[in-house]
């Protein structure tokens, strides 16, 4: 089976995470309970994968987050750029400084030596990300183009789906366990030769290039054989 997989220079991105990244709190070889100062880094479950590989591999990835907009959000962001990732797809969420609306997730992570095991003491109650809902994210607002030789054939939203992309992989997956790579076809846009004036636009043919993107996702490209 070849799925045409589009290489990587056709992507914005090559991977991107969806996850809390707290600002994580490390007493050095001390104990959080009687430490007097603390190192500061930025961390998560899902990020740390897409910061590894931006720093080891040099790969172009991205984070889908939320922070709570003060300077602890703005400290974050910048450990975030430090690392490389991009933060274009951060949600900036406005908070009453109270943290009562909102606020950014704390990590005291606390080294093990010897017999001692490491201690994690995490804070992150009412955080921004808990509070993001899929509305805060503007994936339904994509546009989905087909151009046929640089020709746009199809265009459309993708807020116009009968079944929006996250109901449609959460149906799938209670049936198949869903793997890298994997495709599903979903149907398409208006735009289809059937129909229509078949001398003005034609069927495919040896030669044409198809390309269809998304927007802040990337495009595939194929050309007809």
């Known amino acids: 089976m070849n799925?045409?997989?589009?290489?990587?220079?056709e992507c914005k991105f090559d991977a991107v995470s969806l996850g809390e990244?707290?600002?994580?709190?490390?007493?050095?070889?001390?104990?959080?309970?009687?430490?007097?100062?603390?190192?500061?880094?930025?961390?998560?479950?899902?990020?740390?994968?897409?910061?590894?590989?931006r720093k080891c591999f040099k790969m172009n990835t991205a984070v889908i987050t939320?922070?709570?907009?003060?300077?602890?959000?703005?400290?974050?962001?910048?450990?975030?750029c430090?690392?490389?990732?991009d933060t274009s797809?951060?949600?900036?969420?406005?908070?009453?400084?109270?943290?009562?609306?909102?606020?950014?997730g704390l990590n005291f992570t606390e080294r093990g030596f010897g017999i001692r095991g490491a201690v994690g003491c995490s804070d992150r109650a009412n955080t921004a990300i808990s509070k993001?809902?899929?509305?805060?994210?503007?994936?339904?607002?994509?546009?989905?183009?087909?151009?046929?030789?640089g020709e746009i054939r199809q265009q459309a939203k993708l807020q116009q789906m009968m079944f929006k992309p996250d109901a449609i992989i959460e149906f799938v997956s209670q049936y198949i366990t869903l793997q890298e790579g994997d495709i599903i076809f979903t149907g398409t846009p208006s735009g289809v030769v059937l129909g229509k004036n078949e001398s003005k636009?034609?069927?495919?043919k040896s030669g044409d290039t198809v390309s269809i993107s998304i927007s802040g996702i990337g495009t595939l490209v194929n050309q007809f054989k």
Request: aromatic fraction near 10%.
């Open 201 to 204: 636009y034609g069927w495919l």
């Open 132 to 149: 993001a809902t899929p509305d805060d994210f503007d994936f339904d607002n994509a546009t989905i183009t087909t151009t046929v030789n």
């Open 66 to 80: 939320a922070f709570a907009d003060n300077e602890v959000g703005m400290l974050m962001e910048d450990f975030i």
């Open 82 to 85: 430090q690392g490389g990732v």
């Open 3 to 9: 799925l045409n997989l589009r290489p990587a220079s």
């Open 89 to 104: 797809l951060i949600k900036w969420m406005k908070t009453d400084g109270i943290g009562r609306i909102c606020r950014n």
């Open 21 to 53: 990244v707290m600002l994580r709190l490390d007493p050095g070889e001390g104990r959080i309970r009687t430490a007097r100062s603390f190192r500061a880094w930025e961390g998560g479950g899902e990020y740390n994968v897409i910061r590894g590989l």
